[in-house]
């Protein structure tokens, strides 16, 4: 055994032990949790997309693609969303975006892992929603990319942050209407890299009307992205 791998096995136990003498509250309801942010009962009832649009994520029962996809069909060729964007996770969002609670990022990133891990056709890399500059100044992170660079890592892809910039400070979809959210997030993104791989799937916290992913989709298009998947870890599903 190496030195630094004796070192890495200390540390690890000193964590294990730490964490069984002053476990974490769970953040919803505030009972002893060893590990993760939420003890297991409250990460078991958080609320599962199930079965969805395989091109927007909107919940259906039986068919693939929803009527609206069938009509007007989005940029991305498939979208995932883990969970519904329901009060106990946009608790667990609000709590990680904006107190840094980044254990967030590897409780999220290793549920998402999970479903993907068995695809034999994952995409050549993983592209975050990048924030623009002033934005990550004042957060100090990038949620979207603190995610996407846990679930490459787990998934032994790519993460490329390089290729998409965020180049005007858009005000927050959350306080806009449908049509203002469209407006609000055209040209907000340029790309950076003379191509773009084939198959990439973009990385954002929340999809909600799917602007800001549509926006980002078009613009890795233009620049040679052939195959396009939107990865979300919640679908906001109330209609806009
Ligand atoms: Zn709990
Ligand atoms: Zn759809």
Same mark, same amino acid.
């Given at each position: 055994m190496t030195v630094m791998a004796v070192f890495s096995t200390l540390t690890h136990r000193t964590l294990e032990l730490y964490r069984k003498l002053f476990p974490i509250p769970c953040l919803l309801c505030g009972l002893p949790s060893q590990e993760d942010p939420l003890c297991q009962a409250c990460a078991a009832e958080l609320p599962l997309l199930g079965s969805a649009c395989h091109r927007c994520a909107m919940p259906l029962e039986s068919a693939q693609i929803c009527g609206s996809c069938l009509k007007q069909p989005p940029i991305s060729d498939h979208s995932f969303s883990l969970y519904r964007y329901e009060a106990a996770i946009k608790r667990c969002i609000t709590s990680f975006k904006f107190?840094?609670? @980044?254990q967030f990022a590897d409780f999220f990133a290793s549920r998402m892992q999970q479903q993907f891990a068995l695809r034999d056709d994952l995409p050549d890399c993983l592209i975050p929603i990048p924030l623009h500059p002033l934005r990550l100044r004042q957060r100090g992170f990038n949620q979207a990319h603190e995610i996407a660079r846990r679930l490459a890592q787990a998934l032994n892809l790519q993460c490329q942050?390089?290729? @998409?910039?965020?180049v005007r400070y858009t005000? #927050?979809? #959350?306080? @806009?209407s449908f049509k203002q959210r469209r407006q609000n997030m055209r040209r907000a993104f340029v790309c950076c890299a003379e191509s773009v791989p084939a198959h990439i799937a973009i990385i954002d916290d929340v999809m909600t009307s799917g602007h800001t992913t549509a926006e980002a989709a078009k613009v890795l298009q233009l620049h040679g992205a052939e195959t396009i998947e939107v990865w979300t870890i919640a679908r906001a599903i109330s209609h806009y």
């Open positions: 107190h840094q609670q @980044l942050t390089g290729l @998409l910039n965020r005000r #927050s979809q #959350s306080q @806009l």
